[in-house]
């Protein structure tokens, strides 16, 4: 438990007032190579939960390909927790569990392989998953590794056994930065380095230099030293020298040039001696660099944040660090955050991954479905060409969920550009439901290459949804969350006066009612179009979705 130094009244009331400052640039859009359309898939945990072997795996790879699943686009066999062992190898790497994955997890994914499809695994962003198996916190590097070693293309980071990081910063009196390897550093002190927000100079005589800078956490302060100066563009020791204080820990965010880089966990201090020194390596161009400095954690958010960035940086490493190794192109990994919606990862997550949870787990409970698509339908402005919103997996076909009901949540996930990643089992798939899931016009909605996700432009008991598409149509969806059929009729003007349904940048997009005419299709249900709008007839529970040509 952390806890809080004694400050003066007048510094509280300064901490307490003191605005979060802006640490250097925003974090940049996180690519990694991988599709730029929502995954689409399978994935072992709405069905089987801990209940998964290497058989049962296989099985339904094989029925994925049988089906007709891959040809409409499913192509990820994902295995959610319990797939390893409790036990680390003598290496400390991840193991397949013993019994059920006998042959080991690298050969499960080379035979999911062989049938063109790709194979996923999964971990927690806490020191055990929520199966309470060894997970990845403090261990980021060498996870990322093994799951580049076995080929993985994709990666589920749930949040169980999360331990946030402190929002507490120590006292930096110095930088040190040498050439890795050389021995030899150059040292920076506090004295010459520019303060922002609260971060102040303080005088300590037995320090060299005489001072150090405290006022660093929570957001509120930052330190820079903008001469460093670089021989050669390389990899460079950084050592933060420290006054040591307090018995709880502490953390110091680093940025190079504006990059977020690996930051700096200070352990709770004895005072055996005044000073400490803490290390990370950064990449420093030739010439000048600019070192910042400081805690940003000023809340959950922010923890949660820096923690799935940290993992994402390694994926991408470990994967371009087999790849040379080996010989290969790389083979990237497709970055799954789920923290479960409740630190708002929209707002960074397109820093960190692939896709982010914005809800908690789904349920094959027809309202518990309509309240996550409540939530993750107002986000439509944080989704965007391989970053999207993840409602989480798909129920269609398990539990009490009547053909309405299914094709709803279907047509609405495909609407909001949503993973479609199936839950159900694929060796038992019935006809309606298989043909709900494969319904191509709704999945071309869903990976359509412009990537926006449908806007909700009317609410009510039926709501109705629209979202441009690359080819300059627009695709709209009335859902009627009632238990009695609904008709209901939408001017079409509506659609095109809105900026984000109707960009005017829209290549091939329509510029007034005149164009459109009769050019409507029908994908779902009943419905014309007559003078310029669209007539629905919404079944109980149901959707009519049409495109706009």
């Avoid at 261990?139 to 994709?154: C, F, M, N, P, Q």
């Avoid at 053909?403 to 990643?421: D, G």
Wanted: aromatic share 10%; charged share 25%; hydrophobic share 40%.
């Amino acid at each position: 438990m952390q806890k809080r130094n004694k400050m003066c009244p007048f510094c509280y009331i300064r901490q307490l007032f003191a605005p979060k400052i802006e640490r250097a640039e925003k974090p940049a859009v996180y690519e990694n190579g991988v599709r730029t359309t929502p995954l689409m898939g399978w994935s072992s945990w709405n069905t089987f939960r801990n209940n998964i072997d290497h058989d049962l795996i296989m099985d339904t790879a094989r029925a994925m390909k049988e089906s007709g699943l891959y040809d409409a686009g499913y192509c990820y066999v994902n295995l959610d927790d319990n797939w390893h062992s409790n036990m680390r190898d003598e290496n400390g790497e991840w193991q397949g569990e013993l019994v059920r994955f006998p042959d080991g997890i690298p050969a499960l994914i080379a035979e999911i392989n062989s049938l063109g499809l790709k194979a996923g695994l999964y971990s927690s962003n806490g020191t055990l998953t929520c199966e309470d198996l060894p997970a990845s916190l403090g261990r980021e590097r060498d996870d990322a590794r093994t799951l580049a070693k076995w080929g993985a293309e994709y990666f589920k980071y749930d949040f169980c056994h999360n331990i946030p990081v402190p929002s507490y910063a120590p006292l930096v009196y110095a930088i040190e930065v040498s050439p890795l390897g050389s021995g030899k550093a150059a040292e920076y002190q506090v004295s010459n380095a520019v303060l922002k927000g609260l971060a102040r100079r303080m005088k300590c005589a037995p320090l060299p230099g005489g001072q150090y800078v405290s006022g660093l956490d929570a957001g509120k302060g930052s330190i820079r030293f903008e001469n460093v100066v670089a021989d050669a563009e390389g990899e460079y020791v950084l050592t933060v020298c420290i006054k040591k204080y307090g018995r709880y820990e502490k953390y110091l965010g680093v940025t190079v040039n504006g990059e977020e880089c690996e930051g700096i966990m200070f352990p709770p201090q004895k005072h055996f001696n005044l000073t400490a020194r803490f290390q990370t390596v950064v990449h420093l161009k030739a010439g000048r660099n600019v070192i910042e400095l400081g805690n940003p954690v000023a809340n959950a958010i922010d923890s949660a944040a820096i923690q799935y960035r940290r993992m994402s940086r390694f994926l991408k490493d470990a994967v371009r660090e087999v790849a040379a190794e080996r010989g290969t192109e790389p083979k990237p990994i497709l970055f799954s955050i789920c923290e479960w919606g409740f630190r708002k990862p929209w707002l960074w997550g397109a820093s960190a991954g692939n896709m982010w949870r914005t809800t908690p787990d789904i349920r094959p409970w027809w309202y518990w479905i309509k309240i996550i698509y409540s939530r993750n339908v107002k986000l439509w402005k944080y989704a965007s060409p391989g970053h999207f919103n993840d409602p989480d997996m798909l129920e269609v076909g398990n539990g009490k969920l009547t053909y309405n009901q299914n094709m709803s949540h279907f047509a609405l996930w495909c609407m909001m550009s949503a993973p479609l990643v199936l839950g159900n089992d694929l060796r038992k798939i019935t006809k309606p439901v298989l043909d709900i899931v494969t319904n191509r016009d709704l999945i071309a909605i869903d990976q359509d290459p412009l990537g926006k996700q449908a806007k909700r432009i009317r609410r009510g008991l039926v709501d109705v949804l629209a979202r441009p598409l690359a080819d300059g149509g627009i695709a709209v969806c009335f859902f009627n969350k009632t238990k009695l059929a609904q008709k209901r009729r939408l001017d079409v003007r509506k659609l095109y006066r809105d900026d984000y349904v109707s960009p005017a940048s829209a290549e091939g997009s329509a510029t007034s009612i005149g164009v459109i005419g009769d050019a409507m299709s029908i994908i779902v249900g009943d419905a014309a179009l007559e003078k310029g709008k669209i007539v629905a007839r919404i079944p109980a529970d149901g959707v009519v979705v049409v495109k706009l040509k």
